[in-house]
């Protein structure tokens, strides 16, 4: 069975600081992983995804996250932190089952500080 | 830009009473999901749709869940007769592509509250 584990349910960062929110999976067999970002009062938006394509994959807003299957993770990056990324994210993998069966870590609430 | 609707945003309901919750997918969609988030817990699958039917569904959708898509448009998850345990954001998404690799297009949620 897959799962998803977020490192941190919040994490705090200054603006134009490195964000780096984690995520581990376990998978018993090759992954499809995303991470989906959600603004207050508003859906589940998808930033990226991985599809055992190349393992950098960059997402919108300036996010990016690698594969990496020694590590088990797929950690998801953003050189400079703008105010405007104050969010929650989700890291997902897919089910195996039918397609569209994700399965979500917790979640990790960003707080931007200026 | 498209994007799946949901209504109502807020519902609150006393325990026991029947609920929908109505979903408006992406027009041109063809695999339909509901998705539910208890107050500081995961987002969970609940059930995905295709083809007039069930495809999947998980061991939180039981009897007391339904799913129906009666017009072409609206996509609907029925909740028979609500628990205090019930009350959580449902989100409904859409896909339009078969394969793990489509992305989910999600509406923004219906909260529902069971006093």
């Known amino acids: 069975a897959q799962s998803v584990t977020q490192l941190g349910s919040h994490v705090s960062v200054s603006e134009g600081a490195l964000v780096l929110l984690r995520c581990n999976y376990s998978s018993s067999v090759p992954p499809y992983l995303f991470w989906y970002v959600q603004y207050p009062n508003q859906g589940l938006q998808l930033l990226l995804k991985?599809?055992?394509?190349?393992?950098l994959v960059k997402g919108i807003n300036g996010f990016e996250a690698e594969f990496k299957k020694s590590e088990t993770s797929f950690h998801l990056t953003k050189p400079s932190a703008h105010m405007s990324d104050a969010a929650e994210y989700f890291c997902?993998?897919?089910?195996?089952?039918?397609?569209?069966?994700?399965?979500f870590g917790k979640g990790t609430k960003l707080s931007v500080k200026p | 830009e498209p994007e799946v609707t949901q209504t109502p945003s807020h519902q609150v309901t006393q325990m026991g009473q029947e609920v929908i919750l109505r979903c408006v997918p992406i027009?041109?969609?063809?695999?339909f999901y509901w998705y539910r988030q208890i107050l500081g817990q995961k987002v969970e699958f609940l059930v995905s749709?295709?083809?007039?039917?069930?495809?999947?569904k998980s061991e939180i959708f039981d009897d007391q869940f339904s799913v129906e898509r009666p017009d072409g448009s609206n996509f609907t998850l029925k909740i028979r007769s609500t628990k205090l345990e019930d009350s959580a954001m449902y989100f409904c998404a859409s896909n339009l592509r078969s394969g793990s690799t489509g992305e989910l297009f999600f509406g923004e949620g219906s909260r529902l509250t069971v006093l």
């Open positions: 749709f295709y083809n007039n039917e069930i495809s999947e």
């Open positions: 991985y599809t055992s394509a190349a393992t």
């Open positions: 027009s041109n969609h063809l695999y």
């Open positions: 997902a993998v897919s089910g195996g089952g039918s397609q569209g069966n994700l399965i």
